[in-house]
């Protein structure tokens, strides 16, 4: 229970949307996830900055999700402050040169969308991959054998006193689907690296690559991939080979279309995503001596 005075602390500081026990499976892309504590949409980069350095001093845990399509919440909920940066500050999108400048809450169609318009080539890779752009770097989001590595020149980023600063490229470590930008610290925006490309040319690639997804991927809720691919080989494949495409616990399922995606049958619980991971993780290893790595993060109740 959130006492009041905590939580017109962080209003005042906010701005924007707060919200008292919000249930995360309505913020997160496998529909599965108890609730938030205290669910903030601060109002702007001000807002975000007062609210995180008061966390701090105040010894509360803070966390920054996007469209939550790579979480899973546990079902008993997560203690703290969840901020999602949907507000219109955090959404703008625009073009100098040849560099896309995007808020971190800005959501990869809308800037694939606006690539099209523009005529700026570059980012086709990210079409249909759902989530925000900051979760995309905090991600290393990719496809196609392209990542965001390949084409970030930089992020803003607001550090757990409130402070902000700018990393160009230089400080920025990637590797498979991770950035070296600590928990901790927040991505507020990016700036990535374009050229010039006919509108048409860009679109038919978009569609090319969403037609080629709606083709290998399940369709209903999930998280997309569950576990890393291993070097050299293919979760979804090992899953597949180990006998468990298909199975299920609870309402959760092992897709019958790609044994590396989990999906919600309607009314899963985090717990038996959580079982069917391990069961995936343990007949892999019995089969091929390999250990699967999560590609989804698991938050934890009490850690950011
Ligand atoms: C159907 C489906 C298909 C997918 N296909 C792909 C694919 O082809 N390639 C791929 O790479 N991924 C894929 N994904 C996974 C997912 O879409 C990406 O990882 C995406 O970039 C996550 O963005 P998000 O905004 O949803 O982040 P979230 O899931 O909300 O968060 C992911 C992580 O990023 C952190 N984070 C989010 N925003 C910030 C921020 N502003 N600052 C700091 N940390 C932040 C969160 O704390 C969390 O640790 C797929 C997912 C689904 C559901």
Redesign the pocket.
Known sequence: MVEEDILNEIKGRAGGEVMVNEMMLRHT?LRVGGPAEVFVEPVDLPAFRKLVSWARTMGIVT?????????LVPDEGIKGITIR?SSPSFRMIGVRGDEMLCG?GARISDLVKYCIEKGMGGLEFLAA????V???V??N???WGRDIAGVIRGVTVVHADGSVSRIGRDGLAFGY?KCS?PRGE??VSATFGVSCRRSGEIREEVAGHAAERRRR?PEGP????IFKNPPGDYAGRMIEAAGLKGETCGRAQISTVHANFIVNLGGARAVDVLRLIEMAGEAVQRMFSVELEPEI?ILSEVTA
């Open positions: 892309t966390r920054v999700i996007g469209s939550g399509s790579n979480i940066l971190a991959i759902p989530g925000t900051g979760g995309a905090a991600m989001a990719g496809a689907r930008i927040f991505i991927f999930s998280a997309g991939s993060d």
